[in-house]
């Protein structure tokens, strides 16, 4: 199946880790484990078929603590769609599966970066996020 849809740029659009002081890093360096990785896409029409797709990860603490680190980056990409797509569903599909899947290597290394630049070099994201599994279940 060929792509209805060409990237035409891609950045980090925002990128933020906050850890308050050292009390609160040494905490989470011991509990970092627990931390969960959430993920967003949204998205905007700009002008001639041109949509600015934004996937937001975090890695966060979910439990109430008051010691917390908080990691989030959004990355942008800029997609032409083909003059073709005309169908909602399909549209759908390419910002919320096909451009993220495309970019999620790029997405993953620059996040991975800024937890690792943050004091947690020992971290990895276990799990690969797949868009296709994640789109059926949102449709299904």
């Keep these: 199946m060929t792509e209805k849809f060409k990237i035409l740029a891609k950045y980090i659009k925002d990128l933020s880790s906050e850890t308050p002081d050292i009390e609160t890093f040494l905490f989470v360096k011991d509990n ?18 041109l949509i600015e797709v934004n ?31 005309k169908e909602k569903k399909d549209l759908e599909r390419i910002i919320l599966c096909d451009v993220p899947t495309k970019i999620y290597p790029d997405l993953e290394n620059a996040f991975l970066n800024l937890i690792h630049n943050s004091g947690h070099p020992s971290i990895k994201l276990e799990k690969k996020i797949d868009f296709n599994k994640l789109y059926n279940e949102r449709f299904n």
């Design 55 to 85: 996937t937001t990860l975090k890695f966060e603490d979910k439990e109430a603590n008051e010691k917390k680190s908080y990691f989030e980056i959004v990355y942008a990409s800029i997609i032409k769609v083909d003059e073709d797509v």
């Design 32 to 49: 970092i484990s627990k931390y969960q990785l959430n993920i967003d896409i949204t998205s905007k029409a700009l002008k001639n078929k």
